[in-house]
């Protein structure tokens, strides 16, 4: 009994010495252009929302007519992807995300000069 009894406050002294140390983390997941889901219409869906590492983004769109494809600033710029680029093309794509800056365009013609881009940035 004694001997229980001293596991558990050593056990209770290791919790109050590591609990402050502990980060819980909270995976978000969270869909481009909320209902609308990927499309024409994200334009400046970004603003105001918070994106962490390690969240989900998800690209919810028809792949008949879209595709997602992951840039640099300059593929952004120019709304062109290169040959090292990640395409996705499900029509229910998960992505998660790590920090920094993150780049998302529409490959098909037309489409990313028309708006379907959106830039993310990560905290």
């Known amino acids: 009994m004694y001997h229980q009894g001293r596991c558990s406050a050593i ?3 290791v919790l109050v010495i590591l609990l402050p140390h502990l980060e819980t983390t909270h995976v978000t997941t969270i869909t481009m252009g909320n209902s609308s889901g990927w ?3 994200v334009g400046n869906w970004t603003n105001g929302k918070t994106f962490k590492a390690g969240d989900l983004l998800v690209f919810i769109y028809d792949p ?3 595709n997602v494809v992951a840039v640099d600033t300059n593929g952004f710029n120019s709304c062109t992807a290169s040959a090292t680029s990640r395409a996705y093309s499900t029509g229910k794509d998960q992505v998660k995300l790590s920090k920094g800056h993150h780049y998302y365009i529409c ?3 037309g489409h990313c000069d028309g708006g ?3 830039p993310v940035n990560v905290s």
């Open 11 to 13: 056990l209770a002294i």
């Open 39 to 41: 499309g024409f219409s």
């Open 64 to 66: 008949s007519f879209h």
């Open 107 to 109: 490959s098909i013609p």
């Open 116 to 118: 379907l881009n959106i």
